[in-house]
């Protein structure tokens, strides 16, 4: 099986000096859901924002090495970013539905990528709130607020926020932080059956959410990959003393 | 004196002043309301002066006034908002977007009468629009930009960055997420400081003494190459400039130069707190 | 992750709007620049044309082409000195109490109140000036209404907005911690402000000052209506700041109406306008320095007042 994602000698310096990723090597395979997990500050969002290139709107960063996608350098001149965006999606810590209805915010990637079709819309808008589980809740009200939703319920227009775009690769920076246990439980089973149709790139919110859900883990600490393998193993015999004490936790 | 004795002074003292700033606004809102509102009639708003101005109504200075407040804003929100967008958006920290801030600044500080100069050597001369309400609303555009470019600038950054970092991450262009997460949701802070700068435009006279202002013309102006009248303008000649004018039509027309000047300030407040309340975040 | 066709065409149009944006940007630069250049190219030839010497005589008589600048500079200086004199403390004091004594409800209804005298229309406050405050400061004694005194009071007025708010946003900046201290170590209310909360925003407040009096000394009409507009040089004798001036303003104001397009009177005037350019631009630009690197709400904040 060849990678989706190569992450080669990844290192990225923050303008204030901060080294958030030092010599990053990392190989992400297709459908699954690998977790980055670690303390905070460790670079686990860090390496997110760098996968669909969010970070290049912090101006006066250093990078250097490379992220390959299917092959292909994202960071090449040719590379069109907004593109890349749309093919790695990015749902955040915070929900946050932009100003306006439901439909509206399902929509806004596609609209924005110029497809103004109602058919096609309307079909992607149903599909991806089906697959986030919140086609049954919202169905009758495409058109309210979406800051009308509770907490788990946005956090799930998000999700299907991006599903609309049908990307290859969703990332997910801590996506449960501010959810209730239940809307948790939904949230995670939904990455459960998405996973087995895209590539899921996920920083959990606790350890025990890592093991829950991560098929490939990889241990991230002051910014560099202290461990990575199979989720049975690093939690059951890490082979490096300070995963295994952040998994025991001993700190952090 | 012991120190709660000062106290109490200084109290009295501070609370004083206070009324001495405060209360001469009061007065003059109301003395120019008591004195003027007599003169107010149907005529006084639809008729233009007559017989010396010392009869008759203020139609085209009032049409005037409104011709150069139209043409102060087709010259100054574009531009306004652009800059603003710059400022807010795009421009980095460095030498150049400090030197604009600086330019902002000053070009708030330079005297009003400075504008005039200027106008009539650049538009009524040197681009030949002669004295005019186009030389006249460019005057008072630019006179205007820097209140339009820093209140629509706050605007602009008052705007949660979340809706613009969720939208960029949806694949949306930098220019798309200003056009559709960033101006909708600042736009009633722009129209406030819009209406501000409009307010205080349409109250002014050094800008408009050389490029524009008609001591006294009947006549509605045909097209944007003509003179016109303007309230500040006509205040100032009625009141200096004629002699035996009656003193009811000079606060007459003081009146309803701040009523016009008021309502615009009142109307940008309404628009703040409307906007503000159907606010979702 | 090619570009299709469609895409282009967006492309294209974004590039034009965020050309279009940058250069909106820069206009400011550009507006500045043109209006010193428009004001050189039609005021240098008074300097050339019109000795040093005679620029700085005792007497500005046109006709008999008489330049000196002088008395109107003293007018505007005197003026200015005056209204600074009335408004600084004033506006200092208000914003004490706006920031520091009065509670929510008084700070709510006087705030604005403070907004509509900033909006007060100059030729307004001048028409007062003229019939109303002119003969009280002549029942006060001075031979006529007219008076530098008269000017100094309106422009006053008309400056309390700046230096009220400004100050006003300084004192806001100031932190808790400096006050509770200071009340914490049994300093009453009045000793904190003078000793503690004042100090801290002093640079605020220099700020405020000096912009207050750029504007005292570019205000045009309500002066030129209320100061008698006579180009003397006023004498300590007969009470400096009672008798009429005439300030660089008005003269500009009243007399280039009347002169020949490119006559030596015409460009003098315009030669005053670099004066006053160059005044103001030095208060706005130190000012500026004052505020570290010049960016942000600051900076803001003064370009809408």
């Given at each position: 099986?060849?990678?989706?994602?190569?992450?080669?000698?990844?290192?990225?310096?923050?303008?204030?000096?901060?080294q958030?990723?030092?010599?990053i090597?990392?190989?992400?395979?297709?459908?699954?859901?690998?977790?980055?997990?670690?303390?905070?500050?460790?670079?686990?969002?860090?390496?997110?924002?760098?996968?669909?290139?969010?970070?290049?709107?912090?101006p006066?960063?250093?990078?250097?090495?490379?992220?390959?996608?299917?092959?292909?350098?994202?960071?090449?001149?040719?590379?069109?970013?907004?593109?890349?965006r749309?093919?790695?999606?990015?749902?955040?810590?915070?929900?946050?539905?932009?100003p306006?209805?439901?439909?509206?915010?399902?929509?806004y990637?596609?609209?924005?990528?110029?497809?103004?079709d109602?058919?096609?819309?309307?079909e992607?808008?149903?599909?991806?709130?089906?697959q986030?589980?919140?086609?049954?809740?919202?169905?009758?009200?495409?058109?309210?607020?979406?800051?009308?939703l509770?907490?788990?319920?946005?956090q799930?227009?998000?999700?299907?926020?991006?599903?609309?775009?049908?990307?290859?690769i969703?990332?997910?920076?801590?996506?449960?932080?501010?959810?209730?246990?239940?809307?948790?439980?939904?949230?995670?089973q939904?990455?459960?059956?998405?996973?087995?149709?895209y590539?899921?790139?996920?920083?959990?919110?606790?350890v025990?959410?890592?093991?829950?859900?991560?098929?490939?883990?990889?241990?991230?600490?002051d910014?560099?990959?202290?461990?990575?393998?199979?989720?049975s193993?690093?939690?059951?015999?890490?082979?490096d003393?300070?995963?295994e004490?952040?998994?025991t936790?001993r700190?952090? | 004196?012991?120190?709660?004795?000062?106290?109490k002074v200084?109290t009295?003292?501070?609370?004083?002043?206070?009324?001495?700033?405060i209360?001469?606004?009061?007065l003059?809102l109301?003395?120019?309301?008591?004195?003027?509102?007599?003169?107010?009639?149907?005529?006084?708003?639809?008729?233009?002066?007559?017989?010396?101005?010392?009869e008759?109504?203020?139609?085209?200075?009032i049409?005037?006034?409104l011709?150069?407040?139209?043409?102060?804003?087709?010259?100054?929100i574009?531009?306004?908002?652009?800059?603003?967008?710059?400022?807010?958006?795009?421009?980095?920290?460095?030498?150049?977007?400090?030197?604009i801030?600086?330019?902002i600044?000053?070009?708030?500080?330079?005297?009003?009468?400075?504008?005039?100069?200027?106008?009539?050597?650049?538009?009524?001369?040197?681009?030949?629009?002669?004295?005019s309400?186009?030389?006249?609303?460019?005057?008072?555009?630019?006179?205007?930009?820097?209140?339009i470019?820093?209140?629509?600038?706050e605007?602009?950054?008052?705007?949660?960055?979340?809706?613009?970092?969720?939208?960029?991450?949806l694949?949306?262009?930098?220019?798309?997420?200003?056009?559709?997460q960033?101006?909708?949701h600042?736009l009633?802070g722009?129209?406030?400081g819009?209406?501000?700068?409009?307010?205080?435009?349409?109250?002014?006279?050094a800008?408009?003494?050389?490029?524009?202002?008609?001591?006294?013309l009947?006549?509605?102006?045909?097209?944007?190459?003509?003179?016109?009248?303007?309230?500040p303008?006509h205040?100032?000649?009625?009141?200096?400039?004629?002699?035996?004018?009656?003193l009811?039509?000079?606060?007459?027309?003081?009146?309803?130069?701040?009523?016009i000047?008021l309502?615009?300030?009142?109307?940008?407040?309404?628009?703040?707190?409307?906007m503000?309340?159907?606010?979702?975040w | 992750?090619?570009?299709?066709?469609?895409e282009?065409?967006?492309?294209?149009?974004?590039?034009?709007?965020?050309?279009?944006?940058?250069?909106?940007?820069?206009?400011?630069?550009?507006?500045?620049a043109l209006?010193?250049?428009?004001?050189?190219?039609?005021?240098?030839?008074?300097?050339?044309n019109v000795?040093?010497?005679?620029?700085?005589?005792r007497?500005?008589?046109?006709?008999?082409?008489?330049?000196?600048l002088?008395?109107?500079?003293?007018?505007?200086l005197?003026?200015?000195?005056?209204?600074?004199?009335?408004a600084?403390?004033?506006?200092?004091?208000?914003?004490?109490?706006?920031?520091?004594?009065?509670?929510?409800?008084?700070?709510?209804l006087?705030?604005?109140l403070?907004?509509?005298?900033?909006?007060?229309?100059?030729?307004?406050?001048?028409?007062?000036?003229?019939?109303?405050?002119?003969?009280?400061?002549?029942n006060?004694?001075?031979?006529?209404?007219?008076?530098?005194?008269?000017?100094?009071?309106?422009?006053?007025?008309?400056?309390?907005?700046?230096?009220?708010s400004?100050?006003?946003?300084a004192?806001?900046?100031?932190?808790?911690?400096?006050?509770?201290?200071?009340?914490?170590?049994?300093?009453?209310?009045?000793?904190?402000?003078?000793?503690?909360?004042?100090?801290?925003?002093?640079?605020?407040?220099?700020?405020?000052?000096?912009?207050?009096?750029?504007?005292?000394?570019?205000?045009?009409m309500?002066?030129?209506?209320?100061?008698?507009?006579?180009?003397?040089?006023?004498?300590?004798?007969?009470?400096?700041?009672?008798q009429?001036?005439?300030?660089?303003?008005?003269?500009i104001a009243?007399?280039?109406?009347?002169?020949?397009?490119?006559?030596?009177?015409?460009?003098?005037?315009?030669g005053i306008?670099?004066?006053?350019?160059?005044?103001t631009?030095?208060?706005?630009?130190?000012?500026?320095?004052?505020?570290?690197?010049?960016?942000?709400?600051?900076?803001?904040?003064?370009?809408q007042?």
């Amino acid at each position: 099986m060849t990678a989706k994602i190569h992450i080669h000698d990844l290192s990225f310096t923050y303008p204030d000096g901060t080294q958030a990723l030092r010599h990053i090597n990392l190989d992400i395979q297709p459908q699954q859901l690998f977790v980055l997990f670690g303390p905070s500050r460790s670079g686990k969002s860090t390496l997110l924002r760098l996968l669909n290139r969010l970070s290049d709107l912090l101006p006066d960063t250093q990078r250097s090495g490379d992220i390959l996608l299917d092959g292909a350098d994202i960071f090449a001149r040719s590379v069109n970013v907004f593109e890349l965006r749309r093919r790695v999606s990015m749902v955040f810590a915070i929900p946050t539905p932009l100003p306006g209805s439901i439909y509206d915010n399902l929509v806004y990637g596609l609209r924005m990528a110029g497809i103004r079709d109602q058919a096609t819309l309307d079909e992607r808008a149903e599909t991806s709130l089906r697959q986030a589980a919140l086609w049954d809740e919202v169905k009758d009200r495409l058109q309210d607020s979406a800051f009308a939703l509770s907490g788990g319920q946005k956090q799930r227009l998000c999700l299907a926020r991006s599903l609309a775009l049908r990307p290859e690769i969703i990332l997910l920076d801590n996506p449960t932080s501010g959810l209730d246990p239940i809307s948790t439980a939904q949230v995670e089973q939904s990455l459960y059956k998405l996973k087995q149709q895209y590539t899921i790139i996920m920083v959990p919110h606790s350890v025990q959410q890592a093991a829950r859900v991560g098929d490939q883990v990889a241990f991230l600490l002051d910014g560099e990959v202290i461990e990575v393998g199979d989720q049975s193993r690093i939690f059951v015999n890490p082979q490096d003393q300070r995963t295994e004490d952040y998994v025991t936790g001993r700190f952090g | 004196m012991t120190r709660q004795q000062s106290q109490k002074v200084a109290t009295v003292l501070v609370t004083a002043v206070a009324i001495i700033v405060i209360l001469p606004i009061f007065l003059v809102l109301v003395y120019i309301f008591a004195q003027g509102w007599s003169a107010l009639s149907w005529e006084f708003f639809t008729q233009p002066p007559r017989n010396g101005m010392t009869e008759g109504g203020l139609l085209p200075a009032i049409l005037g006034t409104l011709f150069l407040t139209l043409g102060t804003a087709v010259a100054s929100i574009p531009l306004g908002i652009g800059a603003a967008i710059y400022l807010a958006e795009y421009a980095p920290n460095n030498r150049l977007t400090r030197l604009i801030r600086l330019a902002i600044v000053n070009l708030a500080g330079i005297p009003s009468i400075v504008y005039g100069l200027f106008g009539l050597g650049a538009f009524v001369l040197f681009l030949n629009f002669g004295t005019s309400i186009l030389a006249g609303s460019l005057t008072l555009g630019l006179m205007t930009l820097p209140v339009i470019i820093s209140t629509a600038e706050e605007a602009i950054l008052s705007v949660p960055s979340e809706f613009r970092i969720v939208s960029l991450s949806l694949g949306a262009t930098r220019w798309q997420t200003i056009r559709n997460q960033v101006l909708p949701h600042a736009l009633p802070g722009i129209l406030t400081g819009i209406i501000l700068g409009l307010s205080r435009a349409a109250g002014e006279t050094a800008p408009i003494l050389f490029t524009v202002a008609a001591f006294y013309l009947p006549e509605l102006p045909k097209s944007i190459f003509d003179q016109t009248m303007a309230l500040p303008y006509h205040l100032y000649v009625i009141s200096t400039q004629v002699p035996g004018m009656p003193l009811q039509i000079q606060y007459g027309t003081a009146l309803v130069l701040l009523l016009i000047v008021l309502t615009l300030t009142l109307v940008a407040t309404v628009v703040r707190t409307i906007m503000r309340r159907r606010r979702q975040w | 992750m090619t570009t299709s066709k469609a895409e282009n065409g967006r492309n294209l149009k974004e590039a034009i709007i965020e050309g279009l944006i940058w250069f909106s940007g820069i206009s400011a630069i550009l507006i500045i620049a043109l209006i010193f250049i428009f004001l050189l190219k039609e005021g240098a030839p008074a300097f050339v044309n019109v000795p040093i010497s005679s620029l700085l005589g005792r007497r500005w008589y046109p006709i008999e082409d008489l330049f000196g600048l002088l008395p109107l500079l003293i007018g505007s200086l005197l003026v200015t000195v005056g209204a600074v004199v009335i408004a600084v403390p004033l506006g200092l004091i208000t914003a004490v109490y706006l920031g520091e004594f009065a509670p929510t409800w008084q700070r709510e209804l006087l705030k604005p109140l403070i907004e509509v005298l900033a909006g007060i229309p100059s030729i307004v406050l001048g028409f007062l000036g003229w019939v109303v405050l002119a003969p009280l400061v002549q029942n006060m004694g001075a031979s006529t209404g007219l008076t530098a005194f008269t000017g100094a009071l309106i422009l006053a007025y008309m400056s309390l907005p700046t230096i009220i708010s400004i100050t006003e946003d300084a004192l806001y900046a100031v932190p808790n911690e400096y006050r509770d201290g200071a009340l914490a170590i049994g300093a009453t209310q009045w000793q904190t402000i003078w000793r503690v909360v004042l100090p801290a925003a002093r640079s605020g407040i220099v700020i405020a000052v000096m912009l207050g009096i750029g504007r005292a000394i570019g205000e045009t009409m309500a002066v030129m209506m209320v100061t008698g507009n006579a180009a003397n040089i006023p004498s300590w004798r007969t009470g400096l700041f009672f008798q009429p001036v005439r300030t660089m303003t008005a003269t500009i104001a009243a007399e280039m109406g009347e002169v020949a397009q490119g006559s030596v009177h015409y460009s003098v005037l315009f030669g005053i306008g670099i004066v006053l350019f160059l005044i103001t631009f030095a208060i706005n630009s130190l000012a500026t320095r004052f505020v570290s690197g010049g960016d942000g709400r600051a900076t803001r904040r003064r370009a809408q007042l």
